[in-house]
């Protein structure tokens, strides 16, 4: 029987009704999970999925990774919460995450989930200004609370969604540009001309930051132009702003490098880590550079669970695992595998408008018409069902199809998932009259 098989249906069923606010993924998806090791998934009918989703951009190291595992179980078996005093896991932890980090990080936070490391990096960023208003870009997304939804485009508030002094204005989208040339290309000068005249005529003169997703993770992994990030630290410096990057997704591997950012040739003030960060335990950080450390201090910075025992120790052990295991240089081979796939599939399928990946964060948009690029939100749900029926967990985004692919996969593996989406995009356009 196809999955969702009766165990899911039975345990799904007991709490739909109570448990309210499940994402489109469940919806479509229903299915309950039981089990998780490396980079497969087993639910609780016994069928197995390849986990193309990671968690959710989460687990990249794999699921239940046996050094992350054991680690957390040792602090769960000896100290597991302590405020914010200082222990000997969080002392490694935090030397060993400003190893590994680019430029000159001198200031650490640690947090329980990438919404709060946002939030406290908006704080430290007035602090180490003294000012307080901040660009952000569109469809970005920065977590679900006042100040996050602030810096993006989301319904989750009824009401007013932006506090004063947050500014959303377009960013780069090099497939679809807000600013075009005359032949239909990415006009980036554009951009810049238009943050410039909005500082003057649309903010209050009293901008901190510029904060962005190096990649757009929700939005459905989109990479911007290799020099717009380059020109937001330029304008950054220019107007005395700091560039603080929301890598809450995108960091620890994921794009390829501790950063996406270092990808585009860039150190940001400030950044947040997150999801990969503690690979399934929640344990997030914002780090600032040493020049705008100190503003840290003022910001009350503490919370109750950041830099719990248990949490240090699972970053700390996925920070070694991405030391030990090569896992970077897994990834840019993975890029290059992936990349070249996908570009066959958007060559063999008329649906596919375009192909895109950076590491392994990676999308197909899908298009009625390539000319148009009207999306085709129909097609997205219909492939993310198939293909999971055929045993791959994924995370659907309307007409773009998202994959974030554990770090640690092999090609034979990244293949047959790229396989199943294949069949199941043929198998979409045949059912929808798209065939060539
Ligand atoms: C870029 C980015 N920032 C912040 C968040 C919020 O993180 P969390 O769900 O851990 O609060 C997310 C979550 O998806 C994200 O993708």
Redesign the pocket.
Known sequence: MPPPGPRSKGLHGRIAGTFKGLSSQVRLFPVAFEKGFGVTLTDADGNTYLDFSSG??VTGLGHCHPKISEAVARYARTLMNCHDFTTEVKVRLVEKLLAMLPGDFGGVQLYD????A?EAGLRAVRAATGKWEFFSGFSD???KTFG?VSLARTNVFFGPTRAPGFHMVPRSYPYRPTFRKEDGSEDLDAYFRFYEQYLVEGTAGKAAGFVL?PIQ??AGSIIPHPDYLRRVREFCDRHGMLFMA?E??TCCGRAGAMLACERFGVIPDVV?L??GFGNGFPV?AMCVRKPFADGIDKISASSSYGGNPMACAAALASLEVIEEEGILENVMRLEKFFLQRMRRMADEHPIIGEARGMGCLLGLELVKDRATKEPFDEAGKLVYQKAFRKGLAWIPAGHILRMSPPLIIDEKLAAKGMDIIDEAIGETEKELGFSR
């Not at 989930?113 to 709060?116: D, E, F, I, K």
């Open positions: 959710i951009y989930s990438g919404t709060v946002v997304f920065h977590g996050a997703e993770g929700w929301d809450v997704l947040t997150g999801k997030t």
